[in-house]
């Protein structure tokens, strides 16, 4: 057993519901999110974000627009399609009722 | 001191040094292999090229405007691994993940068609073509070489390859180019995979719908349905194009040689029939005898070739992109293309005009042929074919015949030309004896010309005694130009005399009236008598199809008993 990896996948089942939380208070470009999610030391390697953002946007969480940069190319905007919203809510409930229960798990012990 | 590149990402020129060049689009092409659908992995591409363009303008300034090895080294350490970021698909086990694309790798990874330059003879179009189909460049190279003596057809093809596909410039390139096999295994493949893509989808969905039921969820999952809807027709659309692009590829280049043949093999009609006999005719020589004077056939020839040509290979050209996914444009072919299309078209707008000038005037020239009463009151009729025409093989250049199913006839000699067939009518005459008038016809840019071309139609006729003898073509000098030279022959036969049509005439005669509405083939080799009400049948009752006919009082002079038309049906 790989610990790194274990830690790797951890975070990886959390990811996208941390994604569609930075994206619940407004649009944000890659590289926002990205500085949001390094800040929390959630990613390691920015790369990971854009298979992610992909997924989410094929499976209807969300969609995007492009905006001009003063300096660079066009930025990809993304923002949380209705669909994606109301998949928030759940993700958030059932994240809390995990932590409520990990949380017991282990003091218990 | 380094080389540097100029290298564009993003839409953003950066100029950076020969080996982080490499190390770039090195990992570019791993990120790009870890991804399977080709459609997101497009724009996963984009975005992270994107990215990386935007972390690499914070590496360069006025003082430092190269990118190096370590400022690229520096964008993939933050970038990640493409395995410590792509290819988790779905997948939770990482590792089995890791495995799964180590397999996919090879079989997913696209080929794509290059020019070979390292192996080329000319562009290296047939190695690069080779490459991709996986055989020896030897035959194809062999087979252009052929098809370029194909009236050159197989020049213009290689051309059109040359500017379409791109040359393998990179090693990156060099290695997609030989990449996998690209043959029926592989394609089927493919194919499987998508299908079995789409049937996962599908039972993703059906899972899905049967275990939620809110109303809310009933119209995300009709989105889902009309997605997944599309992509199958959108799927299905492509592969349809692909064979609909094929097909026209092929009908463009068989258009093509035909039209290069027709052109730079001087218009050469050839053909033979069972019995040994062979037309070979030059449409040019022709041609020269229908344009107007100042209309040369090399202007002739330059329009349709760009009027037509240039269309073809336009949908040569966009076919064989669309079929190899290439999606540059080059603008000069585009610009190229339109302006010789244009020419050529205002050149063929300005020659049918021209053209039909020529032809806008129609003139008649009228002439009585006298000829000799026969004695025992019936002129025998009978035709004359152009001299050696019965069918006529030929190779020589002096005598050439077309004979087209007894309707038209065209022989050209040195001096002249000998056109058939002309038309006859037979009425009755005003008087009491046997008149031939010759009605001749021609047009020309204006009445003078056309009166001109009528006028120089030569036709003659012979008598023998009875015997009338009819040619059965006219001649026009070779000086003259063809304007629709036309002979009509009018014979005036007189009351109660009898004319005899012989088997040859069936060619001149033109729906002549009779009282039994007989037709032309069969009135002839048979005797017919003038009466009042028109020509009628004298020795028709063996035929067997002769409803029609009414039996005769034997002696030809007098008169039948009015026989009209009308009542013919019910007679026999």
């Known amino acids: 057993m790989n610990i790194e990896n274990t830690k790797a996948q951890m975070k990886k089942g959390v990811l996208e519901f941390c994604i569609l939380s930075v994206l619940s208070d407004g649009d944000h470009y890659p590289s926002e999110i990205i500085e949001k999610m390094k800040v929390a030391k959630l990613i390691v390697v920015e790369g990971t974000l854009y298979p992610l953002l992909m997924r989410l946007k094929n499976d209807g969480l969300l969609s995007y627009r492009w905006e001009e940069s003063t300096s660079g190319p066009p930025r990809k905007y993304y923002k949380l399609t209705p669909v994606g919203e109301q998949f928030l809510k759940e993700l958030e409930i059932t994240w809390n009722e995990l932590v409520d229960s990990v949380n017991k798990t282990i003091i218990k012990k | 001191m380094n080389r540097t590149i100029t290298m564009n990402l993003s839409g953003i020129i950066f100029h950076i040094e020969e080996d982080a060049y490499e190390m770039l ?82 079989t997913n990874k696209a080929k794509r068609v290059f020019r070979d330059t390292d192996n080329k003879i000319l562009g290296g179009v047939c190695s690069g073509v080779a490459n991709y189909f996986d055989f020896d460049p030897i035959w194809l190279r062999a087979l252009f070489a052929i098809s370029f003596f194909a009236f050159g057809s197989g020049l213009l093809l290689y051309i059109i390859l040359w500017i379409i596909i791109p040359e393998a410039k990179t090693t990156a390139e060099k290695l997609e180019m030989r990449g996998e096999k690209v043959d029926i295994n592989s394609i089927s493949k493919v194919v499987k ?59 463009a280049i068989i258009l093509l040689v035909v039209l290069l043949a027709g052109i730079f093999g001087n218009g050469s009609v050839f053909s033979e029939n069972f019995g040994g006999n062979s037309i070979n005719f030059s449409l040019f020589d022709v041609s020269t005898f229908i344009l107007p004077k100042n209309l040369p056939n090399e202007l002739v020839s330059l329009a349709l070739l760009l009027f037509i040509g240039v269309p073809l290979l336009s949908i040569i050209y966009s076919c064989i992109k669309h079929l190899f ?117 021609a047009r020309g840019f204006d009445k003078k010309q056309a009166i001109k071309n009528a006028k120089n139609i030569t036709y003659s006729t012979t008598q023998k005694d009875s015997t009338l003898i009819l040619n059965s073509y006219y001649d026009i000098n070779t000086e003259d130009q063809l304007r629709f030279q036309k002979v009509k022959i009018i014979l005036k036969v007189p009351l109660n005399k009898v004319i005899y049509l012989s088997k040859r005439m069936e060619k001149i005669i033109y729906d002549v009236d009779n009282v039994s509405n007989t037709w032309d083939n069969d009135m002839v080799d048979r005797r017919w008598v003038m009466t009042s009400h028109g020509l009628q049948c004298i020795d028709c009752s063996g035929l067997d199809d002769t409803e029609n006919n009414i039996p005769l009082a034997p002696t030809p002079p007098t008169p039948p008993p009015t026989p009209s038309r009308n009542s013919k049906v019910k007679n026999i």
Do not use: C
């Open chain 2, 25 to 106: 689009n090195k990992y570019l092409a791993t990120i790009k292999s870890y991804f399977n659908d080709a459609e997101s992995r497009d724009e996963i591409m984009s975005d992270i090229e994107g990215r990386i363009a935007e972390l690499l303008q914070e590496k360069v300034s006025t003082i430092k405007q190269a990118i190096l090895l370590q400022d690229v080294n520096a964008v993939i350490a933050l970038m990640g691994k493409p395995e410590e970021f792509a290819g988790d698909n779905q997948q939770t086990d990482f590792k089995q993940a890791e495995q799964e694309n180590t397999h996919q790798q090879p």
């Open chain 2, 193 to 251: 995979d998508e299908l079995n893509d789409l049937k996962n989808r599908a039972n993703k969905f059906g899972d899905e719908m049967g275990s939620k039921e809110t109303k809310d969820r009933l119209k995300y999952y009709g989105d889902k349905l009309f997605e997944f809807v599309r992509d199958t027709l959108y799927n299905l659309i492509r592969i349809v194009a692909k064979i609909v692009a094929v097909f026209f590829v092929f009908i």
């Open chain 2, 325 to 441: 996914g290439i999606k540059e444009k080059n603008k000069i072919v585009k610009y190229m293309a339109s302006t010789l299309w244009l020419f050529g078209l205002a050149l063929t707008v300005y020659m049918t005009i021209e053209i039909s000038n020529e032809f806008s005037q129609q003139a008649y020239s009228k002439e009585s042929i006298k000829i000799n009463q026969p004695i025992n009151e019936t002129l025998y009729l009978d035709a004359k074919t152009i001299p050696n025409a019965d069918f006529t093989f030929l190779f020589n250049q002096r005598n050439r015949k077309i004979d087209f199913y007894n309707k038209f006839l065209f022989s050209k000699t040195d001096s002249t030309f000998s056109l058939g067939y002309p038309t006859m009518e037979i009425v009755e005459s005003e008087t009491d004896s046997f008149q031939l008038v010759v009605i001749k016809s």
